[in-house]
């Protein structure tokens, strides 16, 4: 409790100066009918009777409609400032570890402690550096239920709140700290919280680079180098190279599946933003640089190759050097913007680097080693990662949309009528024409808008590796990827870009500039990727592609739909064991895979701690290189603070290292046999219980609509994309996102965990099972991180309050909702027998008493929306059902903040 006292502290000073903004801004009611409604919940969370309940909604109801928006949003105020108090701790914790001797878990040093313990030889240590990594990939999936505004003040409070901890501050100073947060407090309140309008594809990409901008530009070279530091500590004077462990890549502005309003133009715009900002930060960095490096040539004297590459003599060529690299700089940007330019400019972003290593060579060679290292080696890191290109964008594109453009392609050639064939002969027309160097498209043929846009982006493509390098755009992943030539479809449209190609004539090497990825989401798409990577591995056309790419294949895999596809447990295991199948028909074709794991932020998703996800992998799968989503309100969780980024991304790639580690020098990292027919017993359960109640309960979908937020959650204005692939209200044509933000809106949390209690129900009535689980669970840890993110969804998920939504479905919601609860039950039941725990996260006491904590101001919410929903579905009045809907999404951005999870 003493660690956390600080923490309280800090909750106590923002809720106590919360309060007096609410009196200031709004007045006494306001104020009093919080602290009612406050009183009226941790009561009802104390002892959750009928009474209680009714005094909570009594309190509720009993706000008038002119009040009911201000009393919401002090409640959504109340939990952004928790979150910021608690995102204080974390920072307070990371400096007490590392005042400390005891390595923190997560790091580099814990990394190289395991390599220590299995002794492995430095000329290994090298081996394993040069084969692994971890690329974060930034995406625009709409989950961030909070303005960037909103952001931007808190991180003013934060700020505010770590200068709090400064033991040098006296009393005044603290005083005025506080007012400060006051005044931020004041902005925060008088800030509107939801978007009027709906964000563009353009303002997803600006969003995403201001974390670039402001946080990882500089905190990336800082945790590389802490690397560096690690590996020197660990093996001395060995000489290891440390190459860029981490990297990071970005869908807004090239993930176009599903998105009409993500056109060639928009990408090549998005390319153009990422190469603004790398130029703005290495100008930035090299005015700086100009100020720390003033060398004299008549004291120290420079290397011949610096002087000469001047424009003229000078006593200091530092200087001299940074000025002539400047001046290249906006020559470059003036060319890429079509803008006329005298004087030199860069090609690429190495003649960059080669300017920067003359200087860093000259330092060395004159006494100036402390000065390179310091001043020079940051911005030599910084143009290694993010290049001309700040960050790699990846492009997606759905599968039926290269289907119907090679057909048109196909048919105005004469070649095929594509449609009409089956895979087989698809993938034979398709390998001859890529096999061959005549072209197929012709430039006087008026092909459809769709086919059009489709042969531009790859023209985009093209473009964007002439102008800002080839790492601008490596990979193009394929949703919904069911066959083999899915991806010969694409290779297809590249080789009419000329990305694909046979320079030397088809005999000779292919050039081929772009790996092309398959995602493989639903349950049955991920059993069948087996037999269609085997397919594509043994095709002779694109044996020659893999050839250029080092015989390195990307695979992306699922979360989302495999999820809402055939729930939480086989959903994993399908992932897990399509990973292990994917990895012996690799095997067999002396290929490397890299896995891409699209995890969402929630626990349905694929959610939960990167480090933990990472290890629970198959130990083969970490052999080489990782490649993760970073989706939503996660980006600002993990990046909006310096020290929080630093921690983020020692974790995540100190995991890899220590998953690869496993995987080349512990040879005991195999599951057992018998755990894995268990497991595979259990998946089969449970996706017969969760298929049954989702897809074959005819009341389910009534049920969906009726007792959670979907159809609100639609109108929130937080992404780009629309909610659905059509205008289905099926459940199979709903996004994943919009599917679990609604569940975990209405605190069911249903796709983390049903079906998990029936599976695990029966496999225990079968003496001795019980103990291989418990074994399974100390000794697996894909089964450990399995069990526990599902007991965090569990106690998360709140019945209580659920079966309030639940009243909002008449009578079928009753009867679905007894199912639901004894389902909830079942599966609470299996993980406390399992885990041997007494209560639900005994193993994790912060994010407990943080649930406990939370729960008393989510409730509140949660009335006033579920009294809200029911008044905006019996109300005709227009003017009344704008009022309602936008108290409604008050309320959904207050719950997905006290939750810390949207979708």
């Given amino acids: 409790m003493q660690l956390d006292a600080p923490l309280h502290r800090d909750i106590r000073i923002l809720g106590d100066l919360l309060g007096e903004v609410l009196v200031e801004q709004c007045g006494r009611s306001v104020f009093d009918h919080v602290e009612q409604i406050r009183k009226a919940a941790k009561s009802f969370r104390g002892d959750p009777s009928e009474s209680t309940r009714a005094a909570l909604q009594q309190a509720v109801e009993a706000v008038p409609g002119e009040l009911r928006s201000d009393t919401i949003h002090a409640f959504s105020v109340y939990f952004q400032l928790v979150n910021l108090a608690e995102q204080n701790h974390r920072l307070r914790r990371r400096r007490a570890y590392e005042k400390s001797d005891q390595p923190q878990r997560g790091t580099f040093q814990e990394a190289m402690n395991v390599l220590h313990r299995q002794e492995v030889p430095p000329e290994q240590v090298q081996e394993l550096l040069r084969q692994v990594g971890i690329e974060l990939i930034l995406t625009a999936h709409p989950t961030e239920a909070l303005r960037r505004t909103v952001l931007d003040k808190h991180t003013k409070i934060s700020a505010f709140l770590e200068e709090m901890d400064d033991p040098r501050k006296a009393p005044r100073e603290l005083e005025r700290l506080r007012e400060q947060i006051r005044t931020e407090i004041i902005a925060l309140w008088q800030t509107r919280s939801v978007r009027k309008h709906r964000i563009t594809v353009i303002d997803e990409v600006r969003n995403g680079l201001y974390f670039l901008d402001q946080i990882l530009f500089d905190v990336l070279p800082q945790v590389h180098e802490k690397l560096e530091r690690s590996v020197s500590e660990s093996f001395g004077d060995k000489d290891i190279q440390v190459p860029e462990l981490i990297r990071f890549g970005s869908w807004m502005g090239g993930d176009r599946d599903g998105n009409p309003n993500v056109t060639h133009d928009v990408t090549e715009m998005t390319l153009k933003l990422h190469f603004d900002l790398a130029v703005s930060k290495y100008q930035e960095k090299l005015h700086q640089l100009a100020r720390d490096l003033s060398p004299s040539v008549e004291r120290v004297g420079a290397d011949e ?5 001047l424009d003229a003599p000078t006593d200091e060529p530092y200087r001299a050097k940074i000025d002539q690299m400047v001046e290249r700089l906006v020559n470059t940007k003036r060319h890429v913007h079509g803008e006329p330019t005298t004087g030199p400019r860069y090609h690429s972003a190495s003649e960059l680097q080669d300017d920067i290593a003359l200087m860093d ?15 020079v080696r940051p911005l030599q890191l910084q143009v290694s990662l993010f290049g001309f290109h700040m960050v790699t964008l990846d492009i997606r594109q759905h599968s039926g949309v290269h289907e119907r453009a090679i057909s048109e392609l196909l048919d105005v050639a004469g070649l095929a009528d594509y449609p009409s064939l089956c895979e087989e002969e698809r993938i034979r027309v398709l390998s001859d024409c890529l096999a061959s160097a005549r072209p197929i498209r012709n430039p006087y043929h008026a092909y459809s808008n769709e086919t059009l846009e489709a042969l531009r982006v790859f023209d985009c493509i093209r473009s964007g590796h002439i102008q800002f390098g080839r790492a601008s755009v490596r990979d ?26 046979w320079p030397d004539g088809p005999g000779a ?39 250029v790419h080092n015989r390195s294949q990307e695979i992306m895999l699922g979360y989302s739909d495999s999820n809402k596809d055939g729930g939480y447990l086989t959903a994993n295991w399908s992932l897990y064991t399509a990973q292990q199948a994917l990895l012996d028909i690799a095997a067999s074709h002396d290929i490397r895979l890299k896995f891409f794991h699209g995890r969402g932020g929630a626990l349905g998703r694929g959610g939960g701690p990167v480090e933990q996800s990472i290890l629970a992998q198959p130990v083969r799968a970490l052999h080489g290189h990782v490649k993760i989503t970073e989706q939503g309100e996660v980006i ?12 983020s991304l020692e974790s995540a790639a100190a995991a890899v290292l220590i998953g690869a580690t496993r995987s080349r020098f512990d040879s005991s990292e195999t599951e057992p046999v018998d755990w894995v027919r268990l497991l595979e017993s259990a998946s089969r359960r449970s996706f017969e219980a969760y298929r049954a109640f989702v897809f074959g309960d005819e009341d389910f979908l009534a049920y969906f609509h009726t007792a959670t937020p979907v159809d609100e959650i639609g109108k929130l204005n937080i992404g780009s994309r629309p909610s659905k692939r059509t205008h289905s209200a099926r459940i199979e044509d709903l996004r994943a996102i919009p599917w679990v933000f609604s569940w975990t809106q209405s605190r069911h949390l249903l796709p983390a965990w049903y079906g998990f209690g029936t599976s695990m129900e029966e496999l225990m009535q079968v003496e001795g099972n019980l103990e291989h689980l418990r074994a399974m669970y100390s000794g697996w840890p894909f089964f450990r991180t399995l069990v526990d993110n599902l007991q ?9 309050v659920a079966r309030e939504y639940a009243h909002l479905a008449g009578d079928v919601g009753v009867r679905l909702f007894a199912d ?6 079942r599966s609470r039941r299996a993980v406390l027998q399992i885990t041997g725990y007494g209560n639900l996260l005994d193993n994790k006491s912060v994010i407990q008493a943080s649930i406990q904590l939370r729960n008393p101001y989510v409730d509140p919410l949660s009335f006033f929306q579920v009294r809200l929903l029911r008044q905006l579905r019996e109300t005709a009045n227009e003017e009344e059902r704008a009022l309602l809907l936008s108290d409604v999404l008050l309320t959904i951005n207050g719950i997905a903040a006290g939750l810390r999870n949207t979708g």
């Fill in 636 to 647: 600002s969780q993990r990046y909006s603070h310096k020290g929080i980024a630093e921690r």
């Fill in 476 to 501: 193009y992943l394929i949703s919904m990827t069911q066959g083999a030539s899915d991806l010969l479809e694409v290779l297809l449209l590249a080789k009419e870009s000329g990305l694909f190609g």
């Fill in 361 to 375: 060579t000259s330092l060395r060679n004159h006494r100036g080693a402390r000065l390179a290292d310091t001043f």
């Fill in 820 to 825: 639901i609860e004894r389902e909830y039950e």
């Fill in 792 to 800: 965090m969804a569990l106690a998360k998920a709140d019945m209580l």
């Fill in 509 to 547: 090497a292919p050039t081929s500039h772009l790996n092309v990825v398959p995602l493989f989401e639903t349950i049955e798409d991920l059993q069948a990727a087996p037999a269609i990577m085997q397919s594509l591995f043994e095709n002779s056309v694109y044996g020659r592609h893999l050839e």
């Fill in 305 to 309: 190759a610096l002087l000469e590459s």
